[in-house]
């Protein structure tokens, strides 16, 4: 055979794109080259290809192999094409079956001994070539386990090129290698928190689980010590668990991300950057490989911004344009690429640098101007994207031993009745929780308020205290206060604690 | 770039003083003309030099003039044959060829002319493995 074919993927973004591996062997001098658009990466697969098939026992051709991975102008970056380069180039030549061969997936890295290694990415490759069509895919013996996350699709976990050369019904003597192990970065298991822990501060826990129901974006904005970090912790455990599409979404992030993923977690992820994060840190970015950033990795989950106050003013704006769509798009030079961001988004900060201003029995230190400057850095775009608008005090000594709240147990069961609820009343809709629904039909829907209902917003968008996005956001809370209570109606009632949530007016 | 001069070390020689690699080459010289005589061509030159070097073989039949470069080696320790002939080695058979075709004009007469490769892996050239690269590529 003069010309093989086999499949490889690429990744753009969190998207993969099946790429056409073709070996093209023809009569000249020995010699090895690799076209289309590789990185560096990627081109020094000639040298481990070279070696690994050399060590395999089927050494490459003595005459001039030309691979092309076509799509020819999309660029490809990374190892894990060495595989398919491999098998592509070993059938011009070896005795294998050309059809097993053309319709398998291949993704792994080579080493010189001829073991495949691990490769980060692999759940959305073999999202993308299951999409795409192809039934069978080879990876890596570490990435095994992850590979098999996708239904309808025969995996081989290879632990050498000899396994994959016979898989395709190649003769070649199959070793016993050790595999090549992933990394041991295994996370140490979150430890459960529970919402019976926070003492006091009814108001903001009862806030909290509105967010939850509702899918809310949160502003806690409190003295040091108020328990606004607590708070925030405790927020993926009374989030209901992840559907299969969600917890596939999130994996697949995290494995970009080059992270351990033997399983489907269904707990909502969640992250929380430090304050001197970089835009590109989270937004996702880089110069020539563009890697996701933090609101990608919290993407079906909580992104949680502690000390919000001090973040660079443009990192927090940056989060403005993925806050509406749901999705953010990078763009560089040689590369476009599109994560998504579908978080929940949990601001936490203090008054002032000092934390005491406004604060009952503090005394705030901080001149006037740090004080404006220090919540200067939330810019009213921002703000205006922001649900619920908490503002915590210091517990009271009184309130110490005043006995648990709301435990996590039974915050987690209101949640899930109120999503239930919700999703009941947008079952004729493509959305399912309250923060996904479109203003328009929120104020023309079937389900729109009364006159009499809105007339405190109208009021409140009259005087110029609320803008129309803002308007929607209350309507959006209000319909999960509603969802809570287990009201079919908005009443009045839930408007005004939606605009007490979101502005501290009340009525 | 002048690659740097190298002292070679002694080379093994036998009763008539000629060294063994010039022997083996010389045999494998010998296999591939009696190959290329097989096949319908005639030998027009062997170990044709000029100033540039030295061509090993040069065969015709009707419609091409070929250029034979002939390697020769007793086994793959050092890497294949052809893997010898590099782009460099290429550059300098070409003009070689070039060199031939112009000093023996009677001889191409219209006829095209191009480079093959042939070599040889085995102890004993008469018996040895025999690959051959029609019309090498020059880059």
Redesign the interface.
């Known amino acids: 055979m003069k010309v093989a074919r086999t499949w490889a993927v690429a990744l753009v973004g969190a998207e993969g794109e099946c790429v056409e591996v073709e070996a093209d062997l023809s009569?000249?001098?020995?010699d090895f080259r690799i076209i289309g658009l590789p990185d560096k990466a990627l081109g020094e697969s000639v040298q481990r290809v070279h070696n690994a098939c050399a060590n395999t026992g089927t050494p490459l051709t003595?005459?001039r192999l030309t691979v092309n991975l076509s799509p020819a102008s999309l660029p490809k970056q990374g190892s894990g094409f060495d595989v398919a380069i491999a098998v592509a180039s070993l059938a011009t030549e070896t005795s294998m079956d050309a059809a097993s061969v053309a319709s398998a997936v291949h993704i792994g890295e080579l080493g010189l001994d001829g073991r495949l290694r691990p490769v980060p990415g692999v759940l959305p490759a073999v999202v993308a070539a299951r999409r795409a069509g192809h039934r069978r895919v080879v990876v890596p013996h570490a990435n095994g386990p992850e590979a098999s996350l996708v239904d309808g699709v025969e995996v081989l976990a290879a632990v050498n090129l000899a396994q994959v050369i016979a898989w395709h019904g190649g003769d070649v003597e199959v070793t016993d290698d050790e595999p090549v192990a992933l990394a041991d970065d295994e996370e140490a298991p979150e430890p459960s928190l529970d919402l019976a822990e926070v003492i006091g501060q009814r108001d903001a826990v009862e806030a909290l689980v509105v967010a939850a129901a509702g899918g809310h974006h949160l502003l806690m904005c409190g003295p040091p010590g108020a328990g606004k970090t607590m708070l925030a912790r405790r927020l993926p455990g009374i989030l209901p668990e992840l559907d299969d599409r969600a917890a596939l979404a999130a994996a697949s992030i995290r494995s970009l991300a080059g992270s351990r993923v033997v399983e489907l977690s269904r707990t909502p992820p969640f992250v929380a950057p430090h304050h001197s994060a970089s835009v590109a840190a989270l937004v996702g970015g880089g110069s020539r490989v563009v890697r996701p950033g933090a609101i990608a990795r919290a993407s079906e989950g909580v992104l949680f911004l502690d000390e919000a106050g001090e973040f660079a003013a443009s990192a927090l704006d940056a989060l403005r344009q993925p806050l509406e769509s749901g999705a953010i798009t990078i763009d560089r030079a040689g590369a476009h690429a599109e994560y998504p961001a579908r978080f929940q988004l949990v601001l936490a900060t203090n008054p002032c640098p000092c934390g005491d201003y406004g604060i009952r029995g503090g005394t705030c230190t901080c001149p006037p101007a740090a004080i404006r400057r220090y919540l200067g850095r939330l810019s009213g775009p921002l703000l205006d994207r922001m649900d619920i608008e908490l503002t915590l005090t210091r517990v009271a000594v009184a309130q110490r031993g005043a006995g648990p709240t709301v435990s996590t147990e039974s915050a987690r069961a209101q949640v899930a009745d109120a999503r239930a609820r919700a999703s009941h009343r947008l079952a004729e809709t493509p959305w399912k929780v309250n923060a996904d629904v479109p203003g328009t039909w929120l104020r023309e829907g079937p389900a729109a308020p009364s006159p009499v209902v809105r007339r405190p917003l109208d009021a409140a968008l009259h005087r110029g205290a609320l803008t129309l996005r803002a308007y929607d956001r209350v309507l959006r809370v209000a319909w999960s206060l509603a969802d809570i209570e287990g009201r079919a109606q908005l009443g009045a009632e839930h408007v005004g604690r939606a605009l007490y949530l979101k502005k501290g007016i009340a009525l | 770039m002048p690659r740097p001069r190298v002292r070679a070390p002694a080379l093994a020689r036998d009763d008539a003083g000629m060294a063994h690699k010039d022997v083996l080459g010389r045999a494998g010289e010998d296999r591939a003309a009696r190959y290329f005589e097989a096949q319908g061509f005639t030998v027009l030159a062997r170990n044709w030099r000029c100033r540039d070097g030295e061509i090993d073989l040069v065969v015709a039949d009707r419609s091409a003039v070929v250029v034979v470069e002939v390697k020769t080696r007793r086994d793959e320790g050092f890497g294949h044959p052809f893997e010898a002939i590099d782009a460099r080695k290429r550059g300098r058979l070409w003009r070689l060829s070039i060199a031939w075709a112009s000093a023996h004009r009677e001889l191409v007469q219209g006829r095209r002319l191009r480079i093959d490769a042939v070599g040889l892996i085995g102890a004993d050239p008469r018996t040895a493995r025999l690959e051959h690269l029609v019309d090498v590529e020059v880059p």
């Open positions: 009569n000249q001098q020995p003595r005459r």
